[in-house]
């Protein structure tokens, strides 16, 4: 649901997960608790490096298993970031970034321009970082790229650790955001005059 000024709330409610989401695209607090905590770093990171005010409050039935709750979490985060997006007008719509985390480089680029879509080409060197699963990310930005009208791009060039190879694609994420979710006068930024 937009509450006007780039910002907006979403939820959802099933028996597998419970989550809440309130995001502001033009900056402030940051708050994520979903009961996993190298998630909650990645998310941290994600709003640190787009410049937004972000909150986010997950429940989820982890006794089964991370994967619902990750990928309802994207789920919800991208309907939040298109109920902010409004009309997807009055941002610079294309982003891109490489960023580098020690020994791993991420490179992405996206388009919030509504035409959902994920290319995501990263080899994990550990299948795990602690107790989270790397094979989530995919399944995160996937869900979120859907929901949110986002065209994105991820690839891991290199790294030899995925916490650091995680952290460079998050950060990357974001910044390409930064640049993409940028305002802009004179409406929607397409050649067509409409986006879709």
Do not use: C
Not at 28 to 44: D, I, P, Q, S, Y
Not at 76 to 82: P, R, S
Not at 175 to 190: E, I, K, T, Y
């Amino acid at each position: 649901m937009s509450v006007g000024d780039r910002a907006a709330r979403a939820a959802r409610k099933t028996k597998e997960t419970d989550i809440e989401v309130e995001l502001a695209l033009d900056g402030g607090a940051v708050e994520v608790e979903t009961g996993l905590g190298f998630f909650n770093h990645l998310l941290e990171a994600l709003a640190l490096y787009a410049g937004w005010s972000m909150k986010i409050r997950a429940v989820g039935d982890l006794a089964v298993d991370a994967h619902h709750l990750v990928e309802d979490v994207g789920l919800v985060l991208g309907d939040a970031l298109a109920g902010a997006l409004g009309d997807y007008s009055g941002h610079a719509r294309f982003g891109s970034a490489l960023t580098v985390m020690d020994d791993a480089l991420s490179e992405t680029a996206v388009d919030a321009g509504r035409r959902p879509y994920l290319h995501f080409q990263v080899a994990w060197p550990q299948e795990r970082s602690g107790e989270f699963e790397l094979a989530l990310v995919e399944e995160f930005w996937r869900a979120l790229a859907g929901r949110a009208g986002l065209t994105l791009h991820i690839i891991g060039r290199h790294g030899r650790n995925s916490h650091h190879l995680a952290e460079a694609v998050f950060k990357g994420v974001g910044r390409a955001l930064a640049q993409a979710l940028a305002p802009r006068a004179g409406g929607v930024f397409s050649a067509k005059g409409s986006l879709g």
